[in-house]
């Protein structure tokens, strides 16, 4: 019996961890702030036969530290000269001046890859490859 308590003891000490209280801030990672240059798109009609679509053109997306995030050659919001944002990190959210309430952009590092999601009716979203100045 005292061996299934030790057992179990020691099952417990190793599935702690130091850094339970504590999580990387996305925002202050050196993979996810700077330049990052967009290299497909993904538009679906609504019934998941979307796939993406490489771009013709130079569009960057750059992640600051101060919490904003600046575009180049690129809108946030059609029909709009906004290019500049403020990201949430805590929410994984950018949100221009342009979106009503409750409305935003979601965005995640997904394998190497930083993945816009637009609030679309269909998905929408945009992927960025990280520029290696």
């Not at 308590?5 to 209280?21: I, R």
């Amino acid at each position: 019996m005292k061996s299934i308590y030790m057992l179990l003891f020691v099952v417990f000490l190793f599935s702690c961890s130091k850094n339970d209280e504590t999580t990387e801030n996305l925002s202050e990672s050196p993979e996810f702030l700077g330049k990052w240059k967009l290299k497909q798109i993904l538009i679906d009609p609504g019934d998941g036969s979307g796939v993406y679509e490489n771009v013709a053109y130079d569009a960057y997306l750059t992640m600051n530290s101060d919490g904003t995030v600046t575009l180049t050659n690129q809108t946030f919001c059609p029909g709009t000269q906004i290019v500049t944002a403020n990201y949430y990190a805590d929410e994984d959210k950018i949100v221009p001046s342009c979106y009503g309430d409750g409305f935003s952009i979601v965005y995640s590092l997904q394998e190497g890859n930083l993945i816009l999601s637009y609030p679309c009716v269909e998905q929408c979203l945009n992927k960025y490859e990280k520029v290696i100045e």
